[in-house]
């Protein structure tokens, strides 16, 4: 073999090795690009999203308020509630409540509110469960004390549990008694934005974030294209609908 031939074989391998060092350089240059663009992508859609429904929010808002204002309550159920005899309640006992449903807290200082005892109720307009209370507390607080501006409403519907349950509005009530002072704080809605409404984010992200390190995946680029835009197509879907689900 000539000197001649040598030098060219030696310049293809090289050409062939610059060729293929070119190649990969410009694989993994498109996989950040693909990847960047996908999380900036998902990122872009959320903050907008987020946008939007902030901008909506003051109608929300002011939709709430009104609702949490509830429906006048006819006088006699009023009364019925407020006014429930001695003998009554003596002859229904104290009744009995399961070992979890009830927690004391020892080390707690004493509330009070008012140089009086003061009940704290904390509760939400949208929770079934609160709204079975809210029966109980009236009638409990009513034999030490007179409510004004009662009116009801009921829990939230939809998927909730036990939806549109009946009771009672503490919303701009008035309770006034000589022996203890009672202060509820409740919501009409969770507001705000719940971290766990965008786990499924954090799928996307995470496929995306692989793309950039020096990983290969055994899938052709194409495929691989596809089904991340898939994947994060998907995921954005799942976190807008449990958005909705169990913001509103």
Not at 4 to 9: L, M, P
Not at 133 to 152: D, H, I, Q
Not at 164 to 187: C, E, I, M
Not at 231 to 242: D, K, N
Request: net charge positive; proline share 3%.
């Amino acid at each position: 073999m000539g000197k001649a031939t040598r030098v060219k074989r030696e310049n293809a391998r090289e050409r062939i090795a610059a060729q293929r060092a070119a190649e990969r350089r410009r694989e993994r240059r498109n996989r950040m690009f693909i990847a960047g663009g996908s999380i900036l992508g998902v990122v872009v859609i959320v903050v907008a999203f987020l946008f939007f429904k902030t901008l909506n929010h003051g109608t929300a808002a002011s939709a709430s308020s009104s609702s949490a204002a509830g429906t006048a309550l006819p006088a006699s159920v009023v009364k019925d509630i407020t006014s429930v005899p001695a003998s009554t309640l003596t002859s229904v006992g104290a009744g009995t409540a399961g070992a979890k449903s009830v927690t004391m807290v020892s080390s707690a200082k004493t509330l009070t509110a008012g140089g009086k005892p003061e009940v704290l109720y904390i509760g939400a307009q949208y929770c079934p469960y609160c709204a079975t209370e809210r029966w109980a507390m009236a009638v409990a607080l009513s034999r030490f004390g007179t409510f004004s501006g009662l009116s009801g409403i009921h829990s939230a519907g939809g998927q909730e549990v036990y939806p549109n349950t009946a009771t009672l509005n503490f919303y701009k009530t008035r309770y006034t008694s000589k022996y203890l002072t009672f202060t509820p704080v409740g919501d009409a809605a969770v507001d705000g934005v719940q971290g766990r409404y965008f786990i499924p984010c954090v799928v996307a992200v995470t496929i995306g974030a692989a793309g950039i390190l020096p990983v290969r995946v055994a899938m052709r680029a194409g495929t691989a294209r596809i089904g991340f835009t898939a994947v994060s197509t998907l995921s954005l879907a799942a976190a807008a609908l449990m958005y909705h689900l169990y913001l509103y």
